[in-house]
């Protein structure tokens, strides 16, 4: 029986061991065969990346909620490194640049090599060339096939097989990518726009171009490009420098900034707040979630206080009068540019601001090369940064100056015989004989004996302190930044020339001369702080904040007092009477009648200057002043550079901002006949 027993026991252990190892054979077979495929997913590798959804920029309107920039959608290329296959990151750049190539769009190169043999520098030997020698790591001597050589070497770029034209390809880019900084956390635009062809080429060889990738988002679009442009400003992307100032702030390399003007200045408000979403791909490229983790803020956007339409007639006053000196006028035939700022006389608001030469802000953007080629500087903006003298426009400082101060009152007579003699050793001349002339017509005659005078007594420090409080020599806060200029000084006279002041240069001072420079903003200033009895406003051009598309106003700008001059002894009524005789004289001689102020319902006032503008001898003409003269509503500065006759824009810019009817005079040919015309 024990026999028995043992041989049942084992025949049992023997089956079950056969049971055993049919019940492994039967799940070995439902995990290879029946969930496979469900494993071999787990075990493939899943990338995930993070990508910038880059924030629309906010819109900027004119005074009358007209766009004038905006946005537009585009196609962008873009390299993600999460999916970029590193050993083969050359070859997919290659395939990517030529589907680019084929549909004839551009890409981001900066590379200043030719992209054909024979090879070629694309720019001239200099700082700019030496630095790219530099990041390639070749000598200041090398030749461009030396740095082509480098390239290659710089990024690990397989040549067997590959044209030399290939190779500067693949090199361009992969040294745009470095200069670009290229990496997880940002990503590489490798063309900014491309058609809806290329979009579809790209998505069509995606499995064959991992880590190419295509994104919608938007370009700046410039509806209103020759209007205000110095004023509106323009984008363009992330420079080195202020990538490094900006990191932190949450910039990437694939934001773009507003480089000057409005785009520039207000930044922060039009910028917006960028998105992310995160997306899963598989080792095969297959995309497996893609989902918004942060969503993207539009940016706010910015009213100004200019009207358009009013900008564009100031621009064409300035260049119909430039364009009539050029062509007609007896003098000021050289005058080759100017500058005219206008402000609303009871709040500060810039009206309008031109320059001249101008350009076109669309072409400045496409092709910035061509803009800085043309003559006369147009993207200078001599309205803020275009520092001149200022004249005799100054002689209502020092009037108001001596007026205030008890040194001068209303029947104060000059005692002017064409010399001032006070001094043996310096004796300057005057323009005329005005013996027996009070304050009033000393402005209107602009006698300068009557001015060296009162500036004399007065004395450089007073001037000096007096002239600050109209703005000069210091920054007015407008939006846009702009030069402060500065008034003459012995610190700064000893500073400039390393020679101590001397009296006679207080003479010059007090009638504009030396070393004072004011901006247009600045004589425009000056006008508004004499028409508000001593109360200086602060510019500004952005009227007020709203939500993106102008539905919600989220701030509005209010006047703010810069500076306020106590008026002692009726001294801003005094100068005004003067002001308004100086604008009489318009009519003087008969032939410039038709300059005159004949029609308007109220006085103006002006005071003109002839400064110069260096010692050769050439002169420039400014004026400034404010109208109605009783109840001012707007205050205006103008610089004309070796031109003549500013004082007969005048009519023309209350023609424009208060009556709105200016008209010029033209030929058959377009010729300016006279750049005013009466309705």
Known sequence: MNGISIIIRRIFLVLLIFVFLFLCIVRLISLQIVEGEQYLSQTEVNYTATQEMIATRGQIFDSTGMVMTTNRPVYKVILQKAFLPVRSQNEIILKAVGVLQQKGEKWNDSVPITYTRPFEFTIPDGDELLAFKERVIVNPAATVDNCISALAKKYNIDTVGLTPEQVRLIGGVRYEMEKKDFSYENRFTLADEVSVDTVIMIKELGVKMPGVDVVEESARDYVVTSVAPHVLGSVGYISPEEYADLKSDGYSYNDTIGKYGIESAMESVLRGTNGERTIVRSSKGVALSDMITKEVVAGNSVKLTINAKEQNTLQEILANHINWLNNTADRGQDCDAGAVVVLNAKTGAVL???????????????????????????????????????????????????????????????????KYTFYSDYQPKCTGYHYGYDVVNCLKWSCNIFFYDLGRRLGIDELYDFATKFGYGTDLGLEIGGLPGQMSSPDLYEKLRGEPWDDGNTLQAAIGQMDTLVTPVHLAVQAITLANNGVRYKPYVVDSVWDYDMSEMLYKTEPQVAAVIEDKNDAFAIVREGMIAVSTLVNWPTSSAQWNFDGLPYSVAIKTGTPEADSAGTYNS??????????????FGVVLENGEYSRYMVRNIIDCFVYHNYEPDMDENGIIISPWKRK
Not at 388 to 395: M, N
């Open 352 to 418: 309008g601001m031109a320059t001249y030469p101008t350009y076109d802000l669309k072409q400045s953007v496409e092709d910035y090369a061509s803009v800085m080629a043309l003559e006369g500087s147009p993207m200078f903006n001599r309205c803020t940064n275009g520092v001149y003298r200022p004249g005799s426009a100054f002689k209502t400082i020092t009037a108001a100056d001596g007026l205030i101060t008890g040194y001068i009152d209303r029947s104060s007579k000059c005692i002017c015989t064409g």
């Open 622 to 635: 400014t004026v400034m002043g404010y109208y109605p003269a009783e109840d001012p509503q707007i205050a």
